[in-house]
Structures are given as structure tokens and as C-alpha cells.
């Protein structure tokens, strides 16, 4: 059973590091793309584009930027930095 979420920020909250995205909503949102699609578009494996929608990877700035525009929105839509879960060095 797949979970719905109510909210933009809902999903970011479930973020696992100090990044989180919206690949998996973005795909379903034109017109249900699929994760091959997606990944052609890119330039990557499908198994990559898994890995960034699960948040087990962190795409380059350059793949994020690429993953964007096969979306054709801005980025700052699609992914968000969490600069408050980022650990400080040294503590």
C-alpha cells in the first residue's frame, strides 16, 4: 500500500539527510512518467533516478539540475536543502 502524503512539506519533512525531493510526485504530476523515462531525460540509470527518489543518494548539482528540466521546473521545486539537519563540524 503506497502513502499518500497531504502536504509539499510532509514529504520533505521525511527527508533522510539534509536534502529531500519531489522526484517521485514530479514524475506522477507529467502525466505519471515513468522512472525510465525519467532517467533517459537525465542521462542515468533508472536505479539511480530510484536512488534520489528514496533519498538513498544525493544527486550532483549538475544531475539535479538535469532532473529539473526533464520536469521543466525550477530546481528549488523539485529538490530543497535543509541547512538545519546539517551536522556542524566538530560537535
Do not use: W
Not at 529531500?20 to 510526485?25: D, F, G, M
Not at 539511480?48 to 529539473?68: C, H, M, N, Q, W
Not at 520536469?71 to 563540524?89: A, C, D, S, T, W
Amino acid at each position: 500500500m503506497h502513502r499518500t502524503f497531504t502536504t509539499i512539506e510532509e514529504v520533505f519533512k521525511m527527508a533522510k539527510g539534509a536534502t529531500s525531493n519531489l522526484v517521485r510526485k514530479c514524475r506522477f504530476l507529467n502525466d505519471e512518467m515513468t522512472q525510465n523515462d525519467l532517467a533517459k531525460k537525465a542521462g542515468v540509470s533508472r536505479q539511480t533516478v530510484v536512488a534520489v527518489e528514496k533519498g538513498d543518494y544525493t544527486p550532483s548539482l549538475e544531475l539535479a539540475f538535469r532532473i529539473s528540466y526533464a520536469f521543466n521546473m525550477p530546481l528549488e521545486e523539485v529538490f530543497k536543502f535543509h541547512p538545519e539537519l546539517v551536522k556542524k563540524k566538530g560537535k
